[in-house]
């Protein structure tokens, strides 16, 4: 049996293709979470393919809102997602990019936790909890990694660099497309518009508000009036900047010999280019890793 700490995107996604593990899911908050407001599309079909859930193939077309020139255009929503002025972040020089998506359905969180046992806590995670879990069963956490770090007291603090944000949710009337919108202009608090179906994500900083949408709209070629149910989430972790990638693995390695503990996903293993996507594979190393104990050779290959 397995122990898996978080009940989101990645752990429940983890008991699922771990089901043989028998593994129990412990959640912190009162209630099932689902906090990945920002756009879930896939790249590929194996997440609905390892849990048993068809997936729906598209067509996504994507493009970046020209505002300066390329180089400039890409430094600055490096620099609007991130607070770096980085190269290594998406934007197109603003040619129309066609590319095959895959989209889960709307009740993903729902059929994902149906299948399982998961345990609703209601109040944080403790070292003692995490040193009790110890005893009988391995863990696989999606703490992120910074808060990990604190939880088991880890001797060399590291520095991490994140930004939070806000994402805009809306419905749009008589729409049926997938989309994504680069904006790098200043101007804009907004990063990324994506529609997918006929759900409008707008993902931007804090000073996201209601009257956004009028922008959008604009951007996109929409009357303000086809958009209705608009909410707003808070992302703690929107964005998330690399660190020196021996001092990531140095930390997962001692987590595992001092807590039994394998972290998993975006925020746990701190990959910043991480997808859903490349759970899976990540998901059949820890298997191997929990039931060969050979930890060494698959902590090098994350």
Not at 223 to 249: C, G, L, M, V, W
Request: proline residues 6%.
């Amino acid at each position: 049996m397995t122990t898996i700490i978080g009940a989101g995107l990645a752990g429940l996604i983890a008991a699922n293709v771990l089901h043989r593990l028998k593994p129990t899911v412990l959640e912190a908050k009162p209630v099932l979470p689902n906090n990945h407001s920002a756009v879930l599309r896939f790249r590929t079909s194996v997440v609905g393919d390892a849990t048993g859930i068809p997936f729906k193939k598209v067509n996504m077309i994507k493009t970046t809102l020209p505002w300066l020139n390329p180089v400039a255009d890409a430094l600055a929503y490096s620099f609007k997602t991130t607070k770096e002025y980085r190269s290594d972040r998406s934007a197109s020089k603003g040619e129309l990019i066609s590319e095959t998506r895959y989209i889960a359905p709307p009740d993903l969180i729902a059929r994902l936790a149906n299948s399982i046992d998961v345990l609703i806590m209601g109040q944080k995670i403790n070292q003692l909890d995490l040193i009790h879990q110890k005893l009988a069963l391995p863990i696989i956490s999606t703490i992120p990694m910074p808060n990990l770090m604190a939880l088991l007291e880890y001797p060399k603090p590291i520095s991490f660099r994140s930004v939070p944000g806000k994402n805009l949710h809306a419905k749009i009337k008589s729409c049926d497309a997938y989309v994504s919108l680069i904006v790098p202009n200043q101007s804009y608090p907004f990063s990324r518009i994506s529609i997918t179906g006929n759900d409008l994500i707008v993902e931007g900083d804090n000073s996201i508000d209601d009257y956004s949408i009028n922008y959008v709209a604009q951007l996109l070629g929409f009357d303000p009036k086809q958009f209705n149910n608009i909410t707003i989430h808070e992302q703690h972790y929107a964005k998330i900047s690399p660190i020196d990638d021996d001092e990531r693995r140095r930390f997962m390695a001692w987590a595992t010999d001092k807590f039994n503990i394998y972290s998993l996903g975006r925020f746990a293993t701190w990959r910043p280019s991480l997808l859903l996507d490349d759970l899976i594979q990540d998901l059949r190393l820890i298997e191997g890793w929990i039931t060969r104990s050979d930890r060494y050779d698959l902590q090098s290959k994350r």
